[in-house]
């Protein structure tokens, strides 16, 4: 089993950044891959960046140039550093962690919200 716990989420205007940051226990051992997600109300949930155990990392078009992730392997944690951010990025962020063997963890999910 693995826990995460994500921090970070906050009110920022139009223009801000914001740096989240996921923190993982437990079977750590066997976390393959780390991943960002998002859900806005009323859509689907997302994919807003991944990061592999190598260093290896994955953005959507949408977050390219502004959003960041990154890995701190002594400390177990994932952040997503986010500059530039737009209303549209107004969302609940979820960290997942996918294992080795396919299974995926998540967090209960940190809110940003971006006024204009």
């Known amino acids: 089993q693995v826990q995460l716990a994500e921090s970070g989420g906050g009110l920022v205007q139009a223009g801000g950044s914001l740096r989240l940051s996921c923190a993982a226990s437990?079977?750590?051992?066997?976390?393959?891959?780390m991943g960002w997600f998002r859900q806005a109300p009323g859509k689907q949930r997302e994919l807003v960046a991944e990061?592999?155990?190598?260093?290896?990392?994955n953005y959507e078009d949408f977050v390219k140039g502004r959003f960041t992730i990154s890995r701190d392997n002594a400390k177990n944690t994932v952040y997503l550093q986010m500059n530039n951010l737009k209303p549209e990025d107004t969302a609940v962020y979820y960290c997942?962690?996918?294992?080795?063997?396919?299974?995926?963890?998540w967090g209960q999910g940190t809110q940003v919200a971006v006024s204009s």
């Open positions: 437990g079977s750590i051992f066997s976390i393959n891959l």
């Open positions: 997942k962690a996918t294992s080795e063997t396919g299974s995926g963890y």
């Open positions: 990061i592999s155990k190598g260093g290896f990392t």
